[in-house]
């Protein structure tokens, strides 16, 4: 499975921003749809923290402390695509955002990521 991100880049501290990760590659009987989705992100020094999952049809979603309210994920299963929109952006935002994909269709917690995206890096200027 691969994953590609694609929408980081630089933005002023209380803007927007919105990324996007397309997927291919499924194993033989699966889609994109079989996937519950998720963005994590790494900020320099820290931990990869988890940011928001969304199960596979979309009616399920779950957010960080730290960006509830901020940020919605969404997918498109049509397009083998998902989603961050990212709103009110601040400077503890900059990190690089990874997609990952969980087999689980019904993620559990905050997802158990099987396949990873290569990231895509976010800079937030105050």
């Known amino acids: 499975v691969q994953l590609q991100a694609s929408g980081g880049g630089l933005v002023q501290a209380g803007n927007s921003l919105r990324l996007s990760c397309v997927g291919s590659g499924f194993p033989s009987g699966f889609s994109f749809s079989s996937y519950s989705m998720g963005w994590f992100r790494q900020a320099p020094g820290k931990e990869r923290e988890f940011v928001a999952a969304i199960i596979w049809s979309g009616t399920r979603r779950s957010y960080g402390d730290s960006v509830k309210g901020r940020f919605t994920i969404s997918r498109d299963n049509a397009e083998n695509t998902v989603f961050l929109q990212m709103n009110s952006l601040n400077a503890e935002d900059t990190a690089v955002y990874y997609c990952?994909?969980?087999?689980?269709?019904?993620?559990?917690?905050?997802?158990?990521?099987?396949?990873w995206g290569q990231g895509t890096l976010v800079t937030v200027s105050s």
């Open positions: 990952a994909a969980d087999p689980n269709p019904y993620y559990s917690g905050t997802m158990t990521p099987t396949y």
